[in-house]
């Protein structure tokens, strides 16, 4: 059984930081794609950026292009996003999210099938 649980939400000023991190376990293959998403009050949920577990087919969006890192540990089943220069904009829930599959196609906007719970991101300015 697949769970995701993400950690490291919080306030922050418009131009700070956060980490973002997503403890994975239960994925049994070797081979997924790693996701964050956000969705915000009245808005369409939205992939921020994705990566392959076994490295690189790194996606961003592209309001977050410059500002946002997402990185993995693989020996301990991490997945963490680097949001740097917030925004109001950035203001929203985040989840991790899995699915399977591997480079090229981790850039595709495929459908995810394991989601966390999320972890709320606050920006004021």
């Known amino acids: 059984q697949v769970q995701l649980v993400e950690s490291g939400g919080g306030s922050v000023q418009a131009g700070g930081s956060l980490r973002l991190s997503c403890a994975a376990s239960?994925?049994?293959?070797?081979?997924?794609?790693m996701g964050w998403f956000r969705q915000a009050p009245g808005k369409e949920r939205e992939r921020v950026a994705s990566?392959?577990?076994?490295?690189?087919?790194?996606y961003y969006a592209d309001s977050v292009k410059g500002r946002f890192t997402v990185s993995q540990d693989n020996a301990k089943n991490m997945l963490y996003l680097q949001m740097n220069s917030l925004k109001p904009d950035d203001t929203a829930m985040y989840y991790c999210?899995?699915?399977?599959?591997?480079?090229?196609?981790?850039?595709?906007?495929?459908?995810?099938?394991?989601w966390g719970q999320g972890t709320q991101v606050t920006v004021s300015s």
């Open positions: 999210a899995a699915r399977l599959g591997h480079a090229p196609y981790c850039s595709r906007d495929w459908p995810y099938n394991y």
């Open positions: 239960g994925l049994t293959y070797s081979r997924y794609c």
């Open positions: 990566i392959y577990t076994g490295g690189g087919d790194t």
